[in-house]
């Protein structure tokens, strides 16, 4: 921009020309229309998960599934969107950094939102005329203001856009950053073009010296550049609260710069930005007000314990295995939802920082529990004062030691997974924070529905439930280091199959399956290798730790170094030609891919791989149920251990739901040593589907990359919704950082 009016600079070619202060208004009129198509498909889904629930409730067969030729028309436009947009390109992997290019879906957002920019930047100008560089640059830095609201749109927590088309803010910030570059790239071509004017005059040095606008203008840019830097994963993984300081300084820094380097008449451009983010902080701070100060929530739990306290939770904090802090706030005032997260601050450990963190437990627990992997920084403050609480000795604690913290959320968003027929789970180590409360949602769900009077009047049933559960089948699957990792949630694994059971023994047509994936425990591994008759070729010393590092407990992994998600199964391994793997430690690692889980105990087959930390490398070809592994536990559980067989299809050959449920009521816990197949374990549910399945996963991006993959690949296999009576598939990946 200059100090006088350029607003007759709007094009180059002949003819009438727009005024300038228009093109900012035609990028709007672009970012609007999409995303009021995103909040029509948001209603869309809203209407259609009311719809499913209600017939649910009035037990109308497959609820789930298109009736008609619009919503099958449309189930197939949905299809092939989805198989276009959930693929993705392989993780790269280079030492301990992890590349990952974004799925298909996202990556064509950000490119439509580039060749708008760049169609708005150079339409009707002739780039080899040299007279028309000036008016490019003057046209660029218009199109480049018009792009800041949208950056404030994306970055708030409580963002108005995220309402609108139902994503939470950590979805959106993906976008958010890579809006940036784009604002990044207009600003350096707006710079570029009133440099390569002046270069031909050999102006630029003159220019920059003689006109305060012009170095106002440079500032700005330079402050771009380094935000969008600094934002790069690996350089805010270093220091993450700083990176968070330094990010709204610099924002308010180069706000100022372009408010003075730019006319009055366009400061509106600058004024909406701020007046959004004054917005989400004021919003943010209601809600954590609301939500901590004991002055609103003395009616809940015991008075005597928020008595004179100015904040109402506290934590416990409990060590849970190695390089694993509990932490535990009970009678939360806060509501919340399985799957969503919540900042946690706790500012007499660490002054200043809010971390975020996934809630591993569900409202009907009456706690907020929180699994914390140790890191460096915060992590392993919280994680040192546990150890010192539980160190000290029993007559010195006469409670459980607790501290004062503040609770900011909840946050997150997924669509809600009682809608769906079938319901598949894929979790890699910490992950299973997000996986499990949504299982178990899904299990309470089931449970209510079950508890429930019924009354003759099937559309007064409906009225009374607008909750209904379509869910008949659920696989959740867990890729874990060790069988101590397994502990983490043993007993709400083993309470929610016993709770199906129950369910099942009462004549409810449900299903559940649990598959336990330990990928680097050589106990368990020489164990099974005992049961089928092997034996280990792999013999690590006893002193051999059992578990290595996993993934981070945060919701993002704010104290890692690197891109490095450690919770990957062959980060810390070493692949050797015959499958297999050491770790650093020299401990046995078993990669080997199981091809054959849920089929075969269904068929009572047990055809596959095992390990290749053993030197038979598959099982033998016709074991019998009695001889196959029914379950594993350690020692110190086979007392409370129950072994039970394998799950019971709720299928009949006819592919309808039974009537009465199968004879064997005992649900199976599933432990291999080995890696999952997502493709083999993905199959058997979605031929047996009668209606949409949901794929949930959580993890390292490897985890997450490869189920999207087989998840585009079996639906463009199935020729999904495309006359092959074959179901539709949702798919929504959770990740550690974002």
Not at 181 to 190: A, E, I, K, P
Not at 507 to 528: F, H, K, N, W
Request: with cysteine; glycine share 8%.
């Amino acid at each position: 921009m200059a100090d006088h009016d350029h607003s007759s600079h709007g094009g180059g070619g002949g003819g009438a020309e727009l005024p300038l202060e228009y093109y900012p208004r035609m990028y709007w009129a672009v970012v609007g229309t999409a995303i009021a198509v995103a909040t029509l498909v948001n209603v869309a889904n809203l209407v259609l998960c009311r719809q499913r629930v209600s017939a649910a409730s009035l037990n109308l067969p497959t609820p789930a599934k298109p009736k008609n030729v619009f919503t099958r028309f449309g189930a197939t436009i949905t299809a092939v969107t989805r198989e276009i947009s959930y693929a993705s390109a392989p993780v790269l992997r280079i030492r301990s950094f992890i590349f990952g290019l974004p799925p298909v879906g996202p990556a064509l957002l950000i490119v439509a939102n580039a060749v708008v920019l760049v169609v708005l930047c150079f339409y009707t100008f002739d780039l080899k005329d040299y007279w028309q560089w000036e008016s490019v640059g003057y046209r660029t830095g218009h199109v480049a203001l018009g792009q800041l609201p949208l950056l404030f749109l994306l970055a708030g927590k409580n963002s108005i856009v995220g309402f609108l088309v139902g994503s939470s803010y950590e979805r959106l910030n993906w976008l958010h950053r890579w809006a940036a570059r784009c604002l990044f790239l207009t600003v350096t071509l707006h710079m570029g073009y009133f440099f390569r004017t002046w270069a031909r005059w050999d102006y630029i040095a003159i220019k920059i010296d003689d006109s305060l606008i012009v170095r106002r203008g440079l500032g700005a840019w330079g402050v771009l550049a380094w935000i969008v830097f600094s934002s790069m994963t690996p350089i805010r993984g270093w220091a993450y609260e700083f990176f968070v300081l330094q990010h709204l300084v610099s924002f308010v820094a180069f706000l100022a710069m372009v408010y003075v380097h730019t006319p009055d008449r366009v400061h509106m451009w600058i004024w909406v930005p701020v007046a959004l983010f004054v917005f989400d902080r004021l919003v943010r701070a209601c809600f954590t007000v609301y939500g901590n100060l004991s002055v609103f929530h003395r009616r809940r739990g015991s008075s005597q314990d928020r008595r004179g306290t100015l904040l109402a939770c506290r934590a416990d904090f409990a060590p849970l295995g190695p390089a694993i802090t509990r932490l535990t706030i009970h009678d939360p005032p806060i509501r919340w939802k399985a799957g969503q997260h919540v900042f946690l601050s706790c500012h007499s450990l660490l002054p200043f920082q809010s971390h975020p963190f996934t809630v591993s437990s569900i409202p009907q627990d009456g706690r907020m529990e929180f699994l914390v992997r140790t890191k460096r920084g915060g992590t392993k403050r919280l994680s040192k004062h546990a150890d010192k609480q539980t160190a000290l000795p029993v007559v010195e604690v006469a409670a459980p030691p607790s501290k004062t913290v503040v609770v900011e959320g909840p946050y997150g968003r997924i669509r809600p997974l009682r809608q769906f027929d079938s319901v598949v789970f894929f979790a890699g180590g910490i992950g299973a924070t997000f996986t499990v409360p949504l299982m178990r949602d899904l299990v309470a769900a089931w449970l209510s529905q079950d508890d429930r009077p019924r009354s003759s009047n099937r559309w007064l049933n409906a009225v009374r439930s607008s909750r209904g559960v379509v869910t008949r089948h659920i696989h959740f699957v867990w890729v874990v280091r060790s069988v101590r990792e397994w502990s983490w949630f043993k007993d709400q694994l083993t309470q929610a199959m016993n709770d199906v059971a129950e369910m099942r023994r009462r004549g409810r047509s449900v299903e559940m399956v649990v598959s336990i994936y330990i990928t680097c425990d050589p106990s368990l591994t020489a164990e099974q290798s005992q049961l089928v008759g092997g034996s280990p070729s792999c013999q690590p010393s006893k002193d051999s730790p059992l578990e290595s590092t996993s993934a981070g407990g945060e919701k993002t992994a704010l104290d890692s170094a690197t891109t490095k998600t450690e919770g990957d199964n062959v980060d810390d391994a070493v692949n050797r030609k015959d499958g297999s793997a050491r770790g650093v430690d020299g401990t046995c690692c078993c990669q080997t891919m199981i091809t054959s889980d849920v089929g075969d105990q269904e068929k009572g087959a047990a055809e596959g791989t095992r390990c290749s930390c053993h030197a038979s490398s598959t099982y033998p070809d016709a074991m019998s149920p009695a001889t196959k592994p029914r379950a594993f536990s350690t020692s110190s559980d086979s007392s409370r251990s129950k072994s039970v067989s394998s799950t019971s299809s709720m299928i009949s050959s006819s592919g309808k739901p039974s009537s009465s449920p199968p004879e064997n009521d005992d649900l199976a816990i599933s432990i291999r040593p080995g890696r999952p197949s997502p493709r083999h374990l993905l199959l058997p549910t979605l031929e047996r589907a009668l209606g949409e399945t949901a794929v949930v996963a959580c993890g390292p991006q490897t985890l997450t990359t490869t189920v999207r993959n087989h998840v585009v690949g079996l639906s463009d296999e199935r020729a999904v919704h495309k006359g092959t009576g074959a179901q539709g598939i949702w798919l929504h990946c959770e990740a550690y950082g974002y």
